[in-house]
């Protein structure tokens, strides 16, 4: 009955947790915000901030893990929830496959030293390529580069089950390290065990070793599949029933240990130059209001396009070949005055949270009127929103460089389009 419990108990979690992740990523709603609590955004937005809610929400996924495992990864992670539906979809081909225990490759060790590595150096940029939070954003706003991953990992999961998440996945290496040392696992009663395997057949990860009565904890999502199918109850999710072995690092786990930490060094060396070249591909475009510069934001931003998919004028763009970093593009729109959605929903940091007011007050561009195009209609000046275009009888509007925001209001009602939007190096909150 407890298992089964714990089984239907993370079920309905996890349930909830997708719908909110839905709703969120398809623009519809986000009345929660789930994603704060996403490992890499709430990494990365402690960096940034320092000890503010995003740190303690990444201390708190750290201390979920090391109590009870990798319950993030079946649970709050979307890539997970992903594979956790396409695992029940192939469920019939599974009838007579994966009673071995998935290989777990070392190699993912050494890519998640490089990637995190980046990331504590100063960009995001690799990481987001491989990060399970980024990717599931991608995939829901109909990016290409998200398809190609979904259909992928489709394809990885029908042979494999969750490959990904045992031996690529760099979120889950961190958290599969940290399971190790956690107090609640599955575990097999030896004196109950038939070695009927079962368990085996059911695990998505490939981490019982029924013959020799071991679960590897370190790469169990703690879906606990198994835990129903053990007809002897020798399977259980607890604290151990005898005094655990106390921990000891061998000579050969010391070399393997120091020399990723010297990988992980030399990642985030190179960070610094990697940031500086992830900078020039968007020097001239416009950046949502709280993006402070170029160099931070393509630092910064994850490219889970949460931001495109809810900005409620459309003007917000995925990365393209051209400008491989979320931006703006206007078109025949503008930025609204009375919205800060963006703002308000970045997890990451990438886009700071600023009050309405403050936003209302941040330079993102500088409006420019052309005078040999313009009829001198007044449009611009009726229809600014900081009422900071003036216009005498007959005269060119001049608009106040020093008021002037961006917002691009003025050039979406100009009919002979004599007003353009100039990008500006540095934004600042005008006073």
């Not at 089964?4 to 986000?30: H, N, P, S």
């Not at 940029?125 to 939070?133: C, E, K």
């Not at 290496?173 to 395997?197: E, H, M």
């Amino acid at each position: 009955m407890k298992n089964k419990f714990l089984l239907y108990g993370r079920y309905f979690v996890a349930g909830v947790v997708l719908i909110l992740c839905v709703t969120a990523l398809c623009g519809y709603a986000y009345p929660l915000k789930i994603f704060d609590i996403q490992f890499v955004p709430a990494l990365q937005n402690g960096l940034i901030s320092g000890f503010s809610v995003a740190f303690i929400l990444f201390g708190a996924v750290i201390v979920l893990t090391l109590l009870f495992g990798r319950i993030y990864c079946s649970t709050l992670c979307p890539l997970g929830l992903y594979q956790e539906i396409l695992t029940l979809v192939f469920r019939p081909f599974y009838k007579k496959r994966h009673r071995q225990m998935l290989k777990h490759y070392r190699v993912a060790y050494w890519g998640a030293a490089i990637l995190f590595g980046t990331l504590c150096g100063g960009t995001v940029v690799l990481l987001r390529m491989f990060d399970p939070y980024s990717v599931a954003g991608n995939v829901f706003s109909g990016a290409w580069f998200g398809i190609g991953f979904a259909v992928a990992l489709g394809v990885l999961v029908f042979f494999k089950k969750r490959f990904f998440c045992v031996n690529i996945c760099p979120v889950g290496v961190i958290l599969g390290v940290l399971s190790r040392f956690s107090p609640y696992q599955i575990r097999i009663d030896t004196d109950k065990c038939k070695a009927c395997g079962l368990c085996a057949r059911e695990c998505p990860c490939g981490s019982i070793d029924f013959k020799n009565h071991k679960v590897n904890n370190e790469t169990c999502v703690k879906c606990f599949k198994c835990l129903p199918h053990c007809a002897h109850q020798a399977l259980f999710y607890g604290l151990p029933k005898k005094k655990p072995i106390e921990f000891s690092l061998k000579r050969r786990q010391l070399i393997l240990a120091g020399a990723m930490v010297a990988v992980f060094g030399a990642a985030f060396k190179s960070g610094a130059a990697l940031s500086q070249l992830a900078a020039r591909k968007i020097k001239k475009v416009i950046l949502p209001a709280g993006s402070e510069n170029a160099e931070k934001f393509a630092n910064r931003c994850l490219n889970c396009n949460l931001c495109v998919q809810n900005c409620p004028m459309k003007i917000i763009k995925p990365a393209t070949a051209d400008v491989p970093f979320v931006h703006l593009d206007y078109g025949d729109k503008y930025c609204d005055f009375d919205c800060h959605k963006c703002s308000e929903i970045c997890p990451s940091g990438a886009i700071k949270r600023l009050t309405l007011a403050q936003k209302q007050s941040t330079k993102i561009a500088t409006a420019v009127v052309r005078e040999d195009v313009c009829i001198s209609c007044g449009l611009c000046v009726r229809e600014c929103p900081k009422q900071i275009i003036i216009k005498e009888d007959g005269e060119v509007p001049i608009i106040r460089f020093d008021a002037c925001i961006g917002c691009g209001k003025c050039a979406s009602v100009c009919p002979v389009k004599a007003i353009s939007i100039a990008t500006v190096d540095q934004q600042v909150i005008l006073g």
